[in-house]
Nanobody
Framework: QLQLVESGGGLVQPGGSLRLSCAAP????????IGWFRQAPGKEREGVSC???????RYYADSVKGRFTISRDNAKSTSLQMNNLKPEDTAVYYC???????????????????????WGQGTQVTVSS
């Protein structure tokens, strides 16, 4: 069972930056597609960004393009750098891991929560002055 642990959330002013990390203690994440999701109060969970395991492709929701960057720091950790944060970015952020099926086309990626197999507990990000 893969257990994911997020860290790095907090309170930041609009325009500020935060870096979220996702790790699986004792295990490697190289073989998984990793996604970042967020859920604001009263809203559905939405995909923010993902990085694929087959070719390292990086994908972003339109709402965060140009502001967020996903990366694999090493075999055991993935991060989400968030710049120019806005109040509407306030949410609980989750990382999740997907065991990529063999039938996925090479350029396929997913920001759909239901396709992910393992989840972290979430970390709160609050953007407020």
């Amino acid at each position: 069972q893969l257990q994911l642990v997020e860290s790095g959330g907090g309170l930041v002013q609009p325009g500020g930056s935060l870096r979220l990390s996702c790790a699986a203690p004792g295990l490697t994440l190289d073989n998984y597609d990793i996604g970042w999701f967020r859920q604001a109060p009263g809203k559905e969970r939405e995909g923010v960004s993902c990085i694929t395991s087959n070719n390292g492709g990086r994908y972003y929701a339109d709402s965060v393009k140009g502001r967020f960057t996903i990366s694999r720091d090493n075999a055991k950790s993935t991060s989400l750098q968030m710049n120019n944060l806005k109040p509407e970015d306030t949410a609980v952020y989750y990382c999740a891991a997907l065991i990529r099926p063999l039938y996925y086309p090479n350029n396929y990626y997913s920001l759909a929560p239901q396709e992910y197999d393992y989840w972290g507990q979430g970390t709160q990000v609050t953007v407020s002055s």
